[in-house]
Protein backbone atom coordinates (compact mmCIF):
# COMPACT_ATOMS: atom_id res chain seq x y z
CA UNK A 1 0.00 0.00 0.00
CA UNK A 2 1.68 3.33 -1.03
CA UNK A 3 -0.18 6.56 -0.65
CA UNK A 4 0.77 10.02 -1.43
CA UNK A 5 -0.39 13.09 -0.29
CA UNK A 6 0.12 17.16 -1.73
CA UNK A 7 0.81 19.67 0.27
CA UNK A 8 -0.66 23.32 -0.32
CA UNK A 9 2.60 24.37 -2.70
CA UNK A 10 1.68 21.31 -4.62
CA UNK A 11 4.20 19.44 -3.78
CA UNK A 12 3.95 15.68 -3.29
CA UNK A 13 5.03 14.15 -0.03
CA UNK A 14 5.33 10.72 1.33
CA UNK A 15 3.25 10.30 4.11
CA UNK A 16 4.20 9.19 7.49
CA UNK A 17 5.16 5.80 8.98
CA UNK A 18 4.45 4.99 12.33
CA UNK A 19 6.35 2.63 14.19
CA UNK A 20 6.34 3.02 18.16
CA UNK A 21 9.98 1.35 18.70
CA UNK A 22 11.52 4.05 15.91
CA UNK A 23 9.60 6.88 17.24
CA UNK A 24 10.89 5.54 20.57
CA UNK A 25 14.38 5.33 19.86
CA UNK A 26 14.26 8.69 17.77
CA UNK A 27 13.08 10.62 20.73
CA UNK A 28 15.73 8.80 23.30
CA UNK A 29 18.46 9.61 21.19
CA UNK A 30 17.44 13.81 21.05
CA UNK A 31 16.92 13.45 24.95
CA UNK A 32 20.12 12.11 25.53
CA UNK A 33 22.16 14.69 23.34
CA UNK A 34 20.88 17.39 26.23
CA UNK A 35 20.57 14.65 29.18
CA UNK A 36 23.02 11.95 28.85
CA UNK A 37 21.73 10.30 32.46
CA UNK A 38 18.27 9.05 30.73
CA UNK A 39 19.52 5.60 29.85
CA UNK A 40 16.21 3.93 29.63
CA UNK A 41 13.32 4.61 28.13
CA UNK A 42 10.35 2.22 27.71
CA UNK A 43 6.75 1.60 26.70
CA UNK A 44 4.58 -1.01 28.54
CA UNK A 45 0.71 -1.37 27.37
CA UNK A 46 -2.26 -1.96 29.63
CA UNK A 47 -4.51 -5.63 28.55
CA UNK A 48 -7.59 -4.94 29.79
CA UNK A 49 -8.80 -8.33 30.22
CA UNK A 50 -5.91 -9.13 32.32
CA UNK A 51 -5.40 -5.99 33.92
CA UNK A 52 -1.68 -6.62 32.93
CA UNK A 53 1.27 -4.29 32.18
CA UNK A 54 3.39 -5.93 29.80
CA UNK A 55 6.44 -4.80 27.73
CA UNK A 56 6.19 -3.50 24.25
CA UNK A 57 8.91 -1.11 23.35
CA UNK A 58 12.05 0.33 24.53
CA UNK A 59 15.61 1.92 24.17
CA UNK A 60 17.84 0.29 26.64
CA UNK A 61 21.50 1.99 26.72
CA UNK A 62 22.59 1.05 30.11
CA UNK A 63 21.41 -2.71 31.62
CA UNK A 64 19.46 -5.20 30.19
CA UNK A 65 16.00 -4.51 27.79
CA UNK A 66 13.17 -5.97 29.63
CA UNK A 67 11.29 -8.54 27.41
CA UNK A 68 8.22 -10.73 27.36
CA UNK A 69 7.59 -9.48 31.07
CA UNK A 70 4.06 -8.60 32.86
CA UNK A 71 3.06 -7.47 35.56
CA UNK A 72 -0.59 -6.84 37.57
CA UNK A 73 -1.30 -3.08 37.98
CA UNK A 74 -4.69 -1.89 39.75
CA UNK A 75 -6.07 1.46 40.67
CA UNK A 76 -5.75 0.58 44.06
CA UNK A 77 -1.55 -0.01 43.43
CA UNK A 78 1.19 2.59 44.23
CA UNK A 79 1.12 3.74 40.34
CA UNK A 80 -2.43 2.76 39.87
CA UNK A 81 -2.80 5.88 42.09
CA UNK A 82 -1.03 7.75 39.91
CA UNK A 83 -2.94 6.58 36.89
CA UNK A 84 -5.82 7.58 38.21
CA UNK A 85 -5.15 10.75 38.94
CA UNK A 86 -3.64 11.29 36.02
CA UNK A 87 -0.72 12.84 37.12
CA UNK A 88 3.40 11.02 36.64
CA UNK A 89 5.42 9.26 39.49
CA UNK A 90 8.56 10.42 40.31
CA UNK A 91 11.13 8.26 42.55
CA UNK A 92 14.67 10.13 43.16
CA UNK A 93 16.18 7.49 45.00
CA UNK A 94 15.13 3.87 44.00
CA UNK A 95 17.54 2.00 46.77
CA UNK A 96 15.34 3.51 49.64
CA UNK A 97 12.01 4.50 47.52
CA UNK A 98 10.08 1.45 47.96
CA UNK A 99 8.99 -0.27 51.37
CA UNK A 100 8.78 -4.00 49.71
CA UNK A 101 10.61 -3.34 46.36
CA UNK A 102 8.70 -5.70 43.99
CA UNK A 103 10.79 -7.93 41.31
CA UNK A 104 10.78 -5.43 38.97
CA UNK A 105 11.95 -2.73 41.42
CA UNK A 106 14.67 -5.01 42.07
CA UNK A 107 15.37 -5.12 38.73
CA UNK A 108 15.71 -1.40 37.71
CA UNK A 109 18.50 -1.31 40.98
CA UNK A 110 19.91 -4.43 39.12
CA UNK A 111 20.89 -2.28 35.76
CA UNK A 112 22.29 0.48 37.76
CA UNK A 113 19.44 2.76 37.77
CA UNK A 114 19.07 5.04 40.25
CA UNK A 115 15.81 6.92 39.30
CA UNK A 116 12.37 7.08 37.86
CA UNK A 117 9.58 8.35 36.06
CA UNK A 118 6.42 7.35 35.11
CA UNK A 119 3.76 8.91 33.10
CA UNK A 120 0.31 7.19 31.83
CA UNK A 121 -0.75 6.82 28.57
CA UNK A 122 -4.30 7.70 28.08
CA UNK A 123 -6.71 7.87 25.33
CA UNK A 124 -10.45 9.35 25.48
CA UNK A 125 -9.77 8.65 29.24
CA UNK A 126 -8.93 4.64 29.08
CA UNK A 127 -5.37 3.63 30.02
CA UNK A 128 -3.32 2.56 27.03
CA UNK A 129 -0.14 2.34 28.75
CA UNK A 130 2.80 3.57 30.64
CA UNK A 131 5.79 5.56 29.69
CA UNK A 132 8.62 4.93 31.72
CA UNK A 133 11.73 6.63 32.10
CA UNK A 134 14.91 5.83 33.69
CA UNK A 135 18.21 8.20 34.34
CA UNK A 136 21.39 6.65 36.23
CA UNK A 137 21.81 9.17 38.98
CA UNK A 138 19.87 10.19 41.85
CA UNK A 139 17.79 13.08 42.25
CA UNK A 140 17.39 13.61 38.39
CA UNK A 141 13.87 14.45 37.88
CA UNK A 142 13.15 17.98 39.42
CA UNK A 143 10.09 20.01 38.19
CA UNK A 144 12.11 21.39 34.99
CA UNK A 145 12.81 17.79 33.73
CA UNK A 146 9.57 16.64 34.41
CA UNK A 147 7.74 19.30 32.55
CA UNK A 148 10.65 19.09 29.62
CA UNK A 149 10.63 15.71 29.38
CA UNK A 150 6.72 15.44 28.66
CA UNK A 151 6.86 17.59 25.91
CA UNK A 152 10.14 15.56 24.51
CA UNK A 153 8.13 12.28 24.43
CA UNK A 154 4.74 13.47 23.49
CA UNK A 155 5.84 11.98 20.11
CA UNK A 156 5.74 8.61 21.89
CA UNK A 157 2.96 8.68 23.86
CA UNK A 158 1.09 10.39 20.30
CA UNK A 159 2.52 7.22 18.24
CA UNK A 160 1.16 4.71 20.62
CA UNK A 161 -2.21 6.17 20.80
CA UNK A 162 -2.23 6.32 16.77
CA UNK A 163 -1.28 2.21 16.64
CA UNK A 164 -3.12 1.09 18.67
CA UNK A 165 -6.39 2.94 17.55
CA UNK A 166 -5.07 1.15 14.11
CA UNK A 167 -5.35 -2.42 15.60
CA UNK A 168 -8.55 -1.39 17.16
CA UNK A 169 -10.08 -0.54 13.69
CA UNK A 170 -8.27 -3.17 12.12
CA UNK A 171 -9.81 -6.20 14.50
CA UNK A 172 -13.18 -4.75 14.33
CA UNK A 173 -13.14 -4.60 11.00
CA UNK A 174 -12.72 -8.03 11.65
CA UNK A 175 -15.52 -8.49 13.86
CA UNK A 176 -17.74 -6.67 11.69
CA UNK A 177 -17.32 -8.68 8.41
CA UNK A 178 -17.94 -11.86 10.27
CA UNK A 179 -21.55 -10.36 11.60
CA UNK A 180 -22.37 -10.33 7.78
CA UNK A 181 -22.40 -14.08 6.89
CA UNK A 182 -24.21 -17.17 7.18
CA UNK A 183 -21.62 -18.89 9.37
CA UNK A 184 -22.01 -18.83 12.81
CA UNK A 185 -20.79 -16.07 14.20
CA UNK A 186 -19.86 -17.04 17.59
CA UNK A 187 -18.27 -19.89 16.32
CA UNK A 188 -16.11 -17.62 13.96
CA UNK A 189 -15.42 -14.91 16.60
CA UNK A 190 -14.12 -17.72 18.87
CA UNK A 191 -12.17 -19.42 16.06
CA UNK A 192 -10.45 -15.68 15.73
CA UNK A 193 -9.66 -15.10 18.82
CA UNK A 194 -7.85 -18.97 19.82
CA UNK A 195 -6.06 -18.44 16.81
CA UNK A 196 -4.46 -15.00 17.93
CA UNK A 197 -3.64 -16.38 21.39
CA UNK A 198 -2.42 -19.57 20.04
CA UNK A 199 -0.02 -17.59 18.24
CA UNK A 200 1.08 -15.07 20.90
CA UNK A 201 2.36 -18.08 22.77
CA UNK A 202 3.92 -19.39 19.65
CA UNK A 203 5.32 -16.05 19.37
CA UNK A 204 6.58 -15.51 22.83
CA UNK A 205 8.12 -18.50 22.75
CA UNK A 206 10.13 -18.76 19.69
CA UNK A 207 11.53 -14.25 21.01
CA UNK A 208 14.97 -15.79 21.27
CA UNK A 209 14.99 -17.89 18.49
CA UNK A 210 13.77 -15.36 15.41
CA UNK A 211 14.85 -12.26 17.52
CA UNK A 212 10.94 -11.10 18.31
CA UNK A 213 10.59 -7.97 19.75
CA UNK A 214 7.70 -7.20 22.72
CA UNK A 215 6.34 -5.53 19.67
CA UNK A 216 6.34 -8.14 16.88
CA UNK A 217 4.73 -10.44 19.36
CA UNK A 218 1.83 -8.02 20.24
CA UNK A 219 1.04 -7.30 16.63
CA UNK A 220 0.80 -11.02 15.52
CA UNK A 221 -1.59 -11.51 18.37
CA UNK A 222 -3.86 -9.09 17.39
CA UNK A 223 -3.22 -9.70 13.39
CA UNK A 224 -3.80 -13.35 13.62
CA UNK A 225 -7.64 -12.62 14.17
CA UNK A 226 -7.58 -11.72 10.94
CA UNK A 227 -5.55 -14.07 8.98
CA UNK A 228 -8.97 -15.72 7.40
CA UNK A 229 -10.64 -12.01 6.67
CA UNK A 230 -10.94 -12.10 2.80
CA UNK A 231 -13.21 -15.41 3.56
CA UNK A 232 -15.94 -13.30 4.95
CA UNK A 233 -16.57 -10.31 2.08
CA UNK A 234 -19.17 -10.90 -0.48
CA UNK A 235 -17.37 -11.85 -3.11
CA UNK A 236 -15.20 -14.60 -1.51
CA UNK A 237 -18.81 -15.77 0.19
CA UNK A 238 -20.33 -15.82 -3.65
CA UNK A 239 -17.28 -17.83 -4.52
CA UNK A 240 -17.53 -20.44 -1.98
CA UNK A 241 -21.18 -21.24 -2.60
CA UNK A 242 -22.57 -24.70 -3.57
CA UNK A 243 -23.11 -24.20 -6.87
CA UNK A 244 -19.09 -23.92 -7.28
CA UNK A 245 -17.54 -26.59 -5.90
CA UNK A 246 -15.52 -27.64 -8.98
CA UNK A 247 -13.41 -24.39 -8.60
CA UNK A 248 -9.78 -25.29 -8.45
CA UNK A 249 -8.76 -24.70 -4.73
CA UNK A 250 -5.83 -22.36 -5.90
CA UNK A 251 -8.37 -20.20 -7.30
CA UNK A 252 -10.16 -19.98 -4.44
CA UNK A 253 -8.05 -19.45 -1.68
CA UNK A 254 -6.21 -16.91 -3.99
CA UNK A 255 -9.28 -15.28 -4.43
CA UNK A 256 -10.07 -15.15 -0.50
CA UNK A 257 -6.61 -13.98 0.24
CA UNK A 258 -6.95 -10.51 -2.24
CA UNK A 259 -10.36 -9.92 -1.00
CA UNK A 260 -8.47 -9.81 2.32
CA UNK A 261 -5.52 -7.59 1.48
CA UNK A 262 -8.27 -5.64 -0.36
CA UNK A 263 -10.27 -5.29 2.90
CA UNK A 264 -7.51 -3.98 5.20
CA UNK A 265 -6.25 -2.02 2.69
CA UNK A 266 -9.06 0.17 2.46
CA UNK A 267 -9.57 0.49 5.89
CA UNK A 268 -6.17 1.52 6.18
CA UNK A 269 -6.60 4.27 3.82
CA UNK A 270 -9.57 5.67 5.56
CA UNK A 271 -8.13 5.34 8.78
CA UNK A 272 -5.75 8.80 8.40
CA UNK A 273 -2.69 9.99 5.83
CA UNK A 274 -0.53 8.04 7.89
CA UNK A 275 1.13 4.35 7.22
CA UNK A 276 1.54 1.73 9.62
CA UNK A 277 5.26 -0.08 10.04
CA UNK A 278 2.51 -3.14 11.07
CA UNK A 279 0.42 -3.08 8.49
CA UNK A 280 3.22 -4.90 6.31
CA UNK A 281 2.71 -7.82 8.93
CA UNK A 282 -0.72 -8.04 8.86
CA UNK A 283 -0.20 -8.30 5.19
CA UNK A 284 2.04 -11.11 5.29
CA UNK A 285 -0.37 -13.09 7.54
CA UNK A 286 -3.37 -12.73 5.21
CA UNK A 287 -1.21 -13.57 2.36
CA UNK A 288 1.04 -16.56 3.42
CA UNK A 289 -1.15 -18.43 6.51
CA UNK A 290 -2.12 -20.97 3.64
CA UNK A 291 1.53 -21.83 2.54
CA UNK A 292 3.91 -24.75 3.66
CA UNK A 293 7.34 -25.17 3.89
CA UNK A 294 7.46 -28.00 1.10
CA UNK A 295 5.89 -25.57 -1.50
CA UNK A 296 2.59 -27.72 -0.89
CA UNK A 297 0.45 -24.39 0.25
CA UNK A 298 -1.70 -22.41 -1.06
CA UNK A 299 -2.37 -20.12 -2.95
CA UNK A 300 1.41 -19.14 -4.11
CA UNK A 301 3.15 -22.10 -3.61
CA UNK A 302 6.46 -20.43 -2.06
CA UNK A 303 8.93 -22.66 -0.12
CA UNK A 304 11.38 -22.30 3.34
CA UNK A 305 12.43 -19.20 4.07
CA UNK A 306 10.49 -17.11 1.61
CA UNK A 307 7.67 -17.87 3.83
CA UNK A 308 7.55 -15.03 6.51
CA UNK A 309 7.95 -16.73 10.18
CA UNK A 310 4.53 -13.80 11.22
CA UNK A 311 2.73 -16.24 8.73
CA UNK A 312 4.42 -19.97 9.51
CA UNK A 313 3.30 -18.99 13.30
CA UNK A 314 -0.21 -18.52 12.14
CA UNK A 315 -0.20 -21.52 10.16
CA UNK A 316 0.42 -23.50 12.76
CA UNK A 317 -2.10 -22.03 15.08
CA UNK A 318 -4.53 -22.15 12.59
CA UNK A 319 -4.59 -25.61 12.23
CA UNK A 320 -3.65 -26.45 15.56
CA UNK A 321 -7.54 -24.53 16.38
CA UNK A 322 -9.36 -26.56 13.84
CA UNK A 323 -7.81 -29.71 15.18
CA UNK A 324 -8.81 -28.81 18.84
CA UNK A 325 -12.69 -27.54 17.83
CA UNK A 326 -15.95 -29.29 16.99
CA UNK A 327 -16.54 -28.96 13.55
CA UNK A 328 -19.78 -29.97 11.80
CA UNK A 329 -18.19 -32.33 9.49
CA UNK A 330 -15.93 -33.56 12.81
CA UNK A 331 -15.16 -34.13 16.19
CA UNK A 332 -12.71 -32.01 17.86
CA UNK A 333 -9.19 -33.70 18.78
CA UNK A 334 -7.39 -33.96 21.93
CA UNK A 335 -4.88 -31.74 22.66
CA UNK A 336 -1.97 -34.53 22.90
CA UNK A 337 -3.29 -35.93 19.22
CA UNK A 338 -3.31 -32.84 17.82
CA UNK A 339 0.29 -31.86 18.69
CA UNK A 340 1.29 -35.44 17.71
CA UNK A 341 -0.38 -34.25 13.62
CA UNK A 342 1.20 -31.38 14.03
CA UNK A 343 4.75 -33.41 14.37
CA UNK A 344 3.87 -35.08 11.16
CA UNK A 345 3.26 -32.45 9.30
CA UNK A 346 6.66 -31.18 10.59
CA UNK A 347 8.30 -34.34 9.59
CA UNK A 348 7.01 -33.93 6.09
CA UNK A 349 8.14 -30.54 5.81
CA UNK A 350 5.19 -28.80 5.18
CA UNK A 351 5.51 -26.88 9.08
CA UNK A 352 7.70 -24.98 11.10
CA UNK A 353 9.77 -27.36 13.62
CA UNK A 354 9.99 -24.41 16.48
CA UNK A 355 6.59 -23.40 15.94
CA UNK A 356 5.06 -26.35 16.79
CA UNK A 357 7.26 -26.72 19.39
CA UNK A 358 6.69 -23.94 21.35
CA UNK A 359 3.24 -24.59 21.45
CA UNK A 360 3.95 -27.91 22.52
CA UNK A 361 5.94 -25.95 25.16
CA UNK A 362 2.65 -23.85 26.00
CA UNK A 363 0.46 -26.61 27.13
CA UNK A 364 -0.28 -25.62 30.71
CA UNK A 365 -1.93 -21.60 28.93
CA UNK A 366 -3.49 -23.53 26.26
CA UNK A 367 -5.78 -25.78 28.64
CA UNK A 368 -7.68 -22.52 29.59
CA UNK A 369 -8.01 -21.50 25.92
CA UNK A 370 -9.58 -24.67 25.40
CA UNK A 371 -11.69 -25.00 28.04
CA UNK A 372 -12.91 -20.99 28.40
CA UNK A 373 -13.43 -20.08 24.84
CA UNK A 374 -12.40 -16.79 25.08
CA UNK A 375 -14.65 -14.37 22.35
CA UNK A 376 -12.52 -11.23 21.97
CA UNK A 377 -9.20 -9.66 21.93
CA UNK A 378 -9.03 -6.19 23.12
Given at each position: MKKEMTNTQGYTTQPKIISVSNTLKQ??????????????????????????????????????????????????????????????????????GYQTPSSHQNWLIE???????TYPILHDGQLEGILFIDANSKQFFDKS???DL????????????????????????????????????????SHAQRVGLYSGLIAERLGDIYQLSDEYIDHITHFATLHDIGKFSALSTNQSSIWHQDWDDRILVSG??????????????QIDDNQYACHDLLHSIIQHHHEYLDGSGLPNRLKHEQIPIAARIVTVANIFDALTSDRHYCE???????????????????????????????QAKIKPILESQPLAVH
Open positions: VHHDIVSQAPDVVRIAVALYDADTQELKTFADSTLQGKPLLRYSAPISSKSSLGKYVCRRKARVINDLQSQGYASSLSVDRHSTKAILNSVIQERGYIKSMTELGQSMRQTTLEQDKDSRRVQQGLNLVNQLAQSWSLIHALLELEKMVALGKLDGHCVHALRCQ
